[in-house]
C-alpha cells in the first residue's frame, strides 16, 4: 500500500467521523485512567456501566484509595479480572498521591511505572487525555491493519511501530480512534461489513464479503 492510497483511507474515515474520540465515558485524565485500567478484556459498555456509580462516589486518588480494595470490588465485580484490578487501581492511586500531587502524569515512562498501566494503556491516556499523537494498538486495530494493509505486522508493537512510520502527521492525533471504530463496527472479526465500508475499494483484504 502506498501513501497516496493510505491519505485517502483517512480522509475518508476523516469525513465519516470528523471528530473521533474514545467510548468510554470519563470528565477527568484520572477518570479515563481508571477505565483504561479497567477496559483491559472488558468491554467499554461494561466499563462505563461500572464507572457510573464509582465515579460519583469517588473518582479522585485519595477518594478511590479511601475505599479500599474490598469496597472498590463492589463496584467494578462485573468486569473481567476485577480482582486483580481493584488491587492494581489501589496501588496506583496511592502512587499518584505520593509521587504526582495526585495528578495523571503527561509522561510515558511515569504511566508505564503505575501499576496496571503497560503501553497501550499508556498510549490511550496520552492520546486522548492529552493530545499526543500516539497510537495505542489493540485486537480492533491489529486487526485493521493487517487485513487492509495499512501497517502489517505480526506483532502488537510492530504495529504500533509501522502505523506511527506512514500515518500522516495530520491524521495522527486521531487515527487510533478511526481504526478502533472501524475495527469495532464495521470491520468485525468474523463477518466483516464490507459492502458498508467506506474504504472497500482501497483496503486490499482478500477476501472481501458483499
Keep these: 500500500m502506498n501513501k497516496t492510497i493510505r491519505i485517502e483511507i483517512f480522509n475518508r474515515l476523516k469525513a465519516n467521523n470528523p471528530k473521533p474520540t474514545t467510548e468510554l465515558n470519563y470528565q477527568t485524565p484520572f477518570e479515563l485512567l481508571i477505565s483504561v485500567i479497567l ?3 472488558a468491554t467499554d459498555v461494561s466499563v462505563n456501566k461500572a464507572t457510573l456509580p464509582l465515579f460519583a462516589r469517588a473518582n479522585t486518588p485519595a477518594a478511590i484509595k479511601a475505599l479500599g480494595v474490598k469496597r472498590l ?3 467494578i465485580r462485573t468486569i473481567g479480572l476485577f480482582n486483580t484490578k481493584a488491587e492494581n487501581i489501589i496501588k496506583t492511586c496511592t502512587k499518584l498521591l505520593e509521587e504526582h500531587d495526585s ?3 503527561e509522561d510515558r515512562a511515569a504511566l508505564e511505572a503505575l501499576p496496571g498501566v503497560g503501553r497501550k494503556t499508556a498510549n490511550v491516556v496520552l492520546n486522548t487525555a492529552f493530545g499526543h499523537p500516539t497510537i495505542a494498538v489493540d485486537t480492533h486495530i491489529f486487526r485493521v491493519s493487517n487485513r487492509t494493509r495499512v501497517a502489517p505486522g505480526k506483532t ?3 504495529v504500533e511501530d509501522r502505523l506511527l512510520r506512514v500515518v500522516p502527521e495530520e491524521f495522527k492525533r ?3 480512534h478511526w481504526l478502533i471504530l472501524h475495527g469495532r463496527y464495521v470491520c468485525i472479526a468474523r463477518k ?3 459492502g ?3 474504504i472497500e475499494d482501497l483496503c486490499e483484504f482478500t477476501g472481501k464479503i458483499e
Excluded: F, G, I, L
Design 39 to 41: 477496559s483491559a478484556q
Design 73 to 75: 470490588k463492589s463496584y
Design 174 to 176: 486521531d487515527a487510533h
Design 156 to 158: 502488537v508493537r510492530e
Design 196 to 198: 458498508s465500508c467506506v
Design 192 to 194: 466483516p461489513r464490507c
Design 103 to 105: 495528578k495523571v502524569p
